[in-house]
């Protein structure tokens, strides 16, 4: 199948909001492509495909290779988006006339040509085909298709096309390697389920709801147990004969950034728990683990200046046994005792809480305002472990967050759907000599309309540009909220903000009233006041 197949289901996607819609185009698009076309479509989509040769800064060259340097520059400036802005002023040569390249083609091709030669094959390509179809090909050899698809739905589509639970597809997807063709046969009832056998796969994370005050009331102490909510990422653990892996929550293999965990993983279990810099057996702030995220090889120097340990929560399979089917409590003795039994370096057990009242654990809820604490969790003592978000077995009970007025000073545009808009915001507070430092960056929590008419705000004030970067005048007042706010060497204000986001644009109070920096190392010296207390 070709190309422009791929670049309408691209096209559709993106035009299409609705999530029973997405699904419904996925379900199409596996029913009617032939293999390997639609594993290799589903693998773009699920950001699986990866080709070295083939980053960003080729297509940066061919645009101002082909297209006139101004142009190039005014074009990029305005749209935003890379592969959008090639896909639109490329001009084909004069006289091409070949048939565009089938998915498997380009995949095959891409592997076999030498890295040199890449430029000159996309631009073969580009040659080819219509803005449509430039455009999938761009994002299909770059990556980030940004079409509202992510690879939990992705296999949700496949659940509802097969008639297979999605929780069955989940245990085996990292199982099989692209274009899928072992997955496909089983789904259409061609072939048996594919077993991992010892293989490190993924399995499905179980998740909390956020505990509201009518839940609260609802609950009987006795029946629930509390551990705090570590801030840190959470991790699954998966080891034994076939390898071993640590996978992010969404499933992505995480095991290149943090090896000397990988190295304490001597055993065969599934394990899961939170991933944390720990110095000295105290949780460092979740900035500190921002330093070893997203890192393929971190240097030996930055494992000792920050390391990593996980804090384990539950024990999913001891062995070959499975134990996600026992009550929460059974799974829990199992786990102290194994740990008992390993003791893995770099892995300790997140304490139970004891409390004997709701009232009673409420304060303590109250008290846990520290940079390595976001509020508890409360799991039913008898919850199975069960995939996804089922309500009423877990609960996460997280403290309320604090609040800071912050000017704007910097906009950036967005990516995706907001390409086009100024959407990624750094703000900032008063220093006592008078001058705007910033202390974080949101880009989350208005409304459509809010982000149009900050939009329009920004471009009628702009007072200089840093590429693709506005700064403004201050004349814009967020309420900005979040989790913490921690000490930073990487902001001018020597201040970050943990998880900001936007409650609210305050058009009724002037930037010169907006919050000074001491006020914003108050919050967090309080925080650490508050976790000397809780220790």
Not at 197 to 221: K, N, V, Y
Not at 277 to 301: I, S
């Amino acid at each position: 199948m070709s190309l422009p197949a791929f670049a309408e289901l691209l096209e559709r996607l993106v035009f299409t909001p609705g999530r029973n819609a997405k699904l419904a185009l996925l379900a199409q698009w596996f029913a009617t492509q032939p293999d390997p076309e639609r594993g290799i479509g589903l693998a773009a989509l699920t950001d699986e495909l990866v080709f070295s040769a083939a980053k960003p800064g080729v297509i940066r060259e061919l645009g101002a290779s082909r297209i006139d340097p101004e142009l190039w520059r005014m074009s990029y400036d305005y749209v935003g988006d890379l592969a959008e802005t090639l896909a639109l002023v490329w001009q084909p040569r004069a006289g091409v006339n070949a048939p565009p390249p089938a998915l498997s083609d380009i995949v095959q091709a891409l592997q076999d040509t030498p890295k040199a030669e890449v430029p000159a094959l996309i631009a073969g390509w580009l040659d080819t085909l219509d803005a449509g179809g430039r455009l999938a090909l761009i994002k299909l050899v770059t990556g980030g298709l940004r079409v509202g698809v992510s690879a939990r739905l992705a296999r949700v589509a496949l659940a509802e096309w097969s008639g297979q639970r999605v929780e069955d597809i989940e245990e085996v997807w990292h199982g099989v390697a692209w274009p899928y063709a072992p997955l496909f046969r089983w789904l259409e009832g061609q072939a048996e389920r594919p077993d991992p056998r010892d293989q490190p796969i993924f399995r499905p994370l179980m998740l909390a709801h956020p505990l509201e005050a009518p839940d609260l009331a609802a609950l009987h102490a006795p029946d629930w147990r509390a551990e705090w909510k570590w801030d840190g990422i959470r991790v699954q653990l998966t080891a034994g004969p076939g390898g071993r892996r640590i996978w992010s929550r969404g499933g992505e293999d995480i095991s290149g950034a943090f090896p000397e965990i990988c190295a304490a993983m001597d055993f065969h279990a599934v394990l899961d728990g939170e991933l944390l810099v720990v110095r000295e057996n105290e949780v460092a702030p979740f900035a500190d683990l921002q330093q070893r995220l997203n890192r393929k090889a971190p240097t030996a120097k930055m494992q000792r200046d920050f390391p990593a340990a996980v804090r384990l929560y539950d024990l999913l399979f001891d062995a070959g046994e499975d134990l996600r089917p026992l009550p929460f409590d059974t799974r829990r003795a199992r786990l102290e005792s194994w740990h008992a039994r390993i003791s893995p370096p770099r892995m300790d057990l997140s304490a139970l809480v004891p409390f004997d009242s709701l009232d009673t654990l409420g304060r303590i809820r109250d008290g846990a305002r520290a940079a390595s604490i976001e509020g508890l969790m409360l799991k039913r003592a008898d919850a199975p472990y069960v995939a996804g978000r089922t309500k009423g077995l877990w609960w996460k009970w997280k403290r309320d967050p604090l609040t800071v007025d912050a000017v704007l000073m910097y906009a950036q545009r967005g990516h995706g759907k907001r390409s086009s808009f100024y959407s990624d915001y750094t703000f900032g507070v008063w220093r006592a000599d008078g001058e705007l430092v910033p202390i974080g960056k949101a880009y989350s929590g208005y409304t459509d309309d809010e982000l149009a008419w900050l939009d329009k705000w920004i471009r009628n004030n702009t007072t200089n540009r840093f590429g693709p970067v506005r700064e403004v005048e201050r004349g814009i007042v967020f309420e900005v909220a979040f989790d913490a706010a921690q000490r930073s060497t990487r902001h001018k204000s020597g201040v970050a903000l943990r998880f900001p986001r936007i409650a609210r644009i305050r058009r009724d109070k002037p930037p010169e009233e907006a919050d000074r920096l001491e006020t914003v190392e108050a919050l967090i010296d309080t925080t650490l006041a508050e976790r000397d207390r809780a220790g």
